[in-house]
């Protein structure tokens, strides 16, 4: 017997893409006069726009969370695709613009966490770790030699979770505490970051 085809996935069954874009980025500049995702990689694009552009392709409707006064990066992540909040809470730490993005987004199934200075990032993981999230309480990620990576993906049930968050941890603590589904993976995009300038490609 022939089954139906399967209904292509909508953005409505899909979680809402979250880009942590709010940091500071101290060991990059300790005077804070270069933002790292303001920098140009070899294609000619900023740091922003990649990672911006990654998660949004994967998830339409991708939220980047900024602190207030950033146009230039602003601009930059809403031409990758992503619609841009500005969270003034933002500068206590990664915590407070997580919870951002949370609030901002009350009807999402769920939410895929990735960072802004991750621009190596591959759209596929991204798009593996949304597909995993298949339950309420699912938790996500990437992994490899026993270290997680990025994007982190939670589903919906966590939401009350993500909207306590404070300060800088993020959700290491709950991520520590609840079973986290592994996504096995050797792409290197997805434990690649960049903290110095040394680690922009030349």
């Known amino acids: 017997m022939t089954r139906p085809a399967r209904a292509p996935l909508t953005t409505t069954d ?7 874009a709010a940091g500071f980025g101290r060991r990059f500049d300790p005077a804070g006069q270069r933002n ?3 920098e140009t990689l070899p294609d000619g694009r900023t740091v922003a726009w990649r990672s911006a552009r990654t998660l949004a ?18 601009e930059e992540l809403r031409r990758g695709g992503c619609r841009v ?12 613009a997580l919870r951002a993005a949370v609030a901002a987004s009350p009807d ?4 895929v966490v990735a960072l802004a200075d991750m621009p190596w990032l591959p759209m ?11 339950t309420p309480d699912t938790i996500a990620a990437p992994w490899r030699n026993g270290q997680r990576g990025h994007p982190v993906g939670f589903g919906a049930a ?13 959700a290491r603590a709950l991520l520590k505490s609840q079973p986290v589904t ?19 490609p030349t």
């Open 85 to 96: 909040i500005e969270a003034p809470d933002a500068e206590a730490g990664m915590g407070m």
């Open 182 to 200: 592994r996504i096995l993976t050797e792409d290197d995009g997805a434990f690649r970051d960049i903290d110095t300038p040394g680690d922009l």
């Open 14 to 20: 899909l979680p809402t893409g979250v880009l942590l």
């Open 57 to 74: 392709a994967a998830l339409p409707n991708s939220i980047a969370v900024v602190r207030p006064g950033n146009p230039a990066l602003n």
């Open 124 to 134: 596929e993981l991204v798009r593996a770790v949304a597909l995993t999230i298949t």
């Open 108 to 111: 999402a199934r769920g939410w």
């Open 36 to 38: 790292k995702l303001l």
């Open 158 to 170: 966590w939401r009350d979770d993500l909207l306590r968050l404070d300060g800088d941890e993020g």
